[in-house]
Structures are given as C-alpha cells and as structure tokens.
C-alpha cells in the first residue's frame, strides 16, 4: 500500500463531514493520477461513505 493511501486514509478517520466530502475529491483525483490503485480507492471510498453515514 503507498503511502498516500495511508495518509488519506487517517485523514479520513480523522475528518468531519465537510473534510470527508473533500478527501473524497483527493481519493478521486488519487486514483486518476495513478497514485493509488482501484482496491486502495474503493476501501478508502467505502470508509469515507461510512464516515459519511455516522455523521447524520
């Protein structure tokens, strides 16, 4: 695993609602780049949408 999808994911953990929604944008544009493969942003999104979910 790189290490971006290491610090994306704490960022995530570590995020509100407003950040989450941008991190998403990062996992995106991550995985566009070639910076973090299809596994590491699915389980970065899949975090995120969790994250998501426990915030309403």
């Known amino acids: 695993m790189s ?3 290491d610090t994306l994911k704490e960022k995530i ?3 509100d ?3 989450a929604k941008e ?3 990062q ?5 566009d780049d070639g910076k ?3 596994n ?5 999104m899949d975090l995120a949408k ?3 979910g426990g915030l309403f």
């Open 3 to 5: 290490q971006l999808f």
């Open 13 to 15: 953990r570590n995020a």
């Open 17 to 19: 609602m407003g950040e």
């Open 23 to 25: 991190i998403i944008t």
């Open 27 to 31: 996992v995106k544009r991550a995985y």
């Open 36 to 38: 973090i493969d299809e």
């Open 40 to 44: 590491e942003k699915n389980e970065l």
């Open 50 to 52: 969790s994250k998501l």
